[in-house]
């Protein structure tokens, strides 16, 4: 069983950064493949990105220039950096762990991104 809970979401301006965290619990964090989704009011929730245990990294496109996955394994972590947010990255990111085939979710933060 593997926990995890976000940390880092709040209110930003247009153009302004976050930083979210994901502290992860188990012994077998380091060959988990790490990621974050996000869901948007209304909508499906939507990759982010992704990580290996081994650092290779995955993106959505539209986000690759903007927003920055990564991880410390020493200490069951993943962070994911957000530059020049815009209105429409409002949404609810969860932190997400696959594992030997299982599927694991955090809670969710909200960030909010106001114009």
């Known amino acids: 069983q593997v926990q995890l809970v976000e940390s880092g979401g709040g209110l930003v301006q247009a153009g302004g950064s976050l930083r979210l965290s994901c502290a992860a619990s188990g012994s077998m964090f380091s060959i988990s493949t790490m990621g974050w989704y996000r869901q948007a009011p209304g909508k499906q929730r939507e990759l982010v990105a992704t990580i290996t245990g081994g650092g290779v990294t995955n993106y959505a496109a539209s986000l690759l220039v903007r927003f920055t996955i990564s991880r410390d394994n020493a200490k069951n972590m993943v962070f994911l950096q957000m530059n020049s947010l815009k209105p429409e990255d409002t949404a609810v990111y969860y932190c997400?762990?696959?594992?030997?085939?299982?599927?694991?979710w955090g809670q969710g933060t909200q960030v909010t991104v106001s114009s």
């Open positions: 997400h762990s696959r594992l030997v085939g299982m599927d694991y």
